[in-house]
């Protein structure tokens, strides 16, 4: 009887273990995530390219680029917003196609 409770005991102390690490590589992804988008920096929106611009006018007619960033890569990042109110942000490169980052 007292090696089932020893051996109950270890089995619950390692899964205690294995779910502590899981926390601790969440943190990790997050901050990689965190130090990848504060390497753009902000620029005019009249500056962007004209492919980037006409790729906005073209998916999104209605929408205005309120703010533009560029990173190293000659990534864009725009933030936009629509007519009805919503906005949100998009991601394209120099040539005008868009990107997920």
């Known amino acids: 009887m007292k090696k089932i409770i020893v051996v109950v005991a270890l ?7 294995f779910a502590q690490d899981a926390e601790t590589s969440v943190e990790e992804v ?3 995530a965190a130090a990848t988008q504060d390497e753009f920096s902000e620029m005019a929106v ?10 906005v006018a073209k998916n999104y007619p209605t929408a205005t680029i309120d703010k533009a960033y560029v990173n190293e890569a000659q990534q864009f990042k725009l933030e936009v917003s629509l007519e009805d109110g919503t906005s949100g942000t998009l991601y394209a490169d ?5 990107i997920e980052l």
């Not at 089995?11 to 273990?17: A, D, E, P, R």
């Not at 962007?48 to 006409?54: M, N």
């Open 11 to 17: 089995v619950f102390g390692s899964l205690t273990t």
């Open 30 to 32: 997050a901050t990689e």
């Open 46 to 55: 009249a500056e962007l390219p004209e492919a980037v611009t006409a790729a």
């Open 94 to 98: 120099a040539e005008g196609n868009w």
